[in-house]
């Protein structure tokens, strides 16, 4: 039996062939200095995995409703090994949250498995967001804690897929 690691590979966020892990990374633009904590976040987890911020490419849309197309678009681009999408879906917005949650979160995993290239959701969406100083807090910190997680999860994947192409294609 094969012992297989879940931990992050030494080699940090870098392929095989020494190029580090190239990521897209796209960014709603509504409650952008709640949603900007994530990205932020991301990078300098990135970073600390040893792979230049320069590999990822940030884009940014109006609303979480728009990631989806920009993602399938970038994965099948061929130019990225990752996918991060990163937003803020609240209610009282013209669509209902649930809705639009919906739609996002299944757009996302459709990118995924129709592309082959891992799609990351840092996309939160709260029942219920009031703009007082509590919640605003309380989400801000939250992004930084997803994004990280997100950086984490990315670089482990993307060399997990890799293991697996090897696998298949001995």
Known sequence: ????????????????????????????SWHE?????GRT??????ARLGSPVE???CFKVPGAFEIPLHAQKLAKSGQFD?????????NGGIYRHEFVTEAVISGLMRVQLDTEVPVFSVVLTPLN?????????????????KGAEAA???????HS?????KLISA
Do not use: W
């Not at 200095?33 to 904590?37: F, G, L, R, T």
């Open 1 to 28: 039996m094969t012992h297989s690691s879940n931990s992050i590979p030494n080699t940090g966020a870098y392929a095989p062939n020494g190029k580090p892990v190239r990521v897209a990374f796209i960014q709603s």
């Open 33 to 37: 200095d709640i949603v900007d904590q």
């Open 41 to 46: 976040s991301f990078l300098a987890e990135i």
């Open 55 to 57: 590999a990822v490419t």
């Open 82 to 90: 990752a996918i991060v999408a990163c937003g803020f879906v609240v």
């Open 129 to 145: 967001f009031h703009e007082h100083q509590e919640h605003v807090k309380f989400f801000t910190q939250h992004f930084l804690t």
């Open 152 to 158: 984490q999860a990315c670089v482990q994947t993307v």
């Open 161 to 165: 897929l890799r293991n697996v192409e």
